[in-house]
């Protein structure tokens, strides 16, 4: 007979998922009610309520997609691309290449703006770009690139953007919650994000949120979204404002249980305090690594404060040090990934996981694996 799975314990210091609070987990395990039910509905308005504040904007059209920050990344190009359309996409880590293949996939036509991994978007080079492709409607980039540790700068991106006509998309998948994202006061039209990192849920739901340029980029479609299940059209009918909640597909309630209780957390502590302890924690782990010789690559004003990599000792092997981190720690940290595998360690401090225990036990068994 097969047992129930029991995982075993650990301290999750990657790239996401990162720590779940008992209490987000506890609001996990309630009863499973209808997703019509007017008691579901009255909290399905309190997580749009809390996500609007969390993502700084007032966009009438802001949800939870039913599946994992792909999904949102999807949500945003399958409605604001059509076939034909020409999207500026900044690459310089692993997600904004995924960015590209979605323009592909949606029948748009890219035009990359490649920038260095480890370097944030170059605003420069996206002003040329798009000077020397006018009529393009849509730009879209990673603020926080989860791959490289760097955040580039979305209110710069933005203005550009704006300044020549086009919509922006951007991923915020690794910065919420984490470090500031002003949907409203950028001017962002599209953005998305995820549950496992800095709002430290369980993955597997996508906030996103829409301005109303963006809806009305998306009414005026010649082609109907060719996703059923992620069409905005529909979604909007049971999400969006007035909606009568009639039935799309079944929401996934236990982990929207989840979703609200760690936005609830979230309230408690305030958004801006989320954002400080999250530098606070950064700062202590950057002294406590350079003091064991260790170098953060990235330049010190472009770091993200939740994801740090860290450079790999020409002497130290990269892939042994995780295992002895798992395997007598009990922690977990990311590899490098592209042009950075091998070259890199990602360590995570994202949101619950984002403490001065956490970075002491790091310190201490990085400190124990590498003497
Ligand atoms: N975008 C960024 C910047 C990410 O870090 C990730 C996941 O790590 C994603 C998108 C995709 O999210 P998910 O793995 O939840 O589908």
Known sequence: MTKSFHPPKRLLM?????????????AMSRPTIGHLDPAFVGMMDEIKAMLQN???????LTLPVSAPGSAGMETCFVNLV????????CVNGVFGGRMKENIVRSGGEPIVVEDTWGKPVDPDKLEDALKANPGVRLVAFVQAETSTGVESDTRTLVEIAHRHGSLVIVDTVTALGGTPVLTDEWGIDAVYAG????????PGLAPVSFSEAALERIRERRHPVQSWFLDLNLVMGYWGEGAKRSYHHTAPINALYGLHEALVMLEEEGLENAWARHRRHHEALRAGLEAMRLEL?????ERLPQLNAVAVPGDVDEAATRRMLLEHHGIEIGAGLGPLAGKVWRIGLMGQTANARNVRELLAAMEHTLA
């Not at 059509?82 to 996409?89: A, C, F, L, S």
């Open 14 to 26: 990657g790239p996401g998922p990162s720590e779940v609070d008992p209490r987000v987990l506890a």
């Open 54 to 60: 969390t993502l700084r904007t007032r966009n009438a």
């Open 82 to 89: 059509e076939p034909g359309d020409r999207v500026i996409v």
């Open 195 to 202: 549950t496992q990192k800095c709002l430290s849920c369980p």
């Open 297 to 301: 690559p990235v330049a010190p004003t």
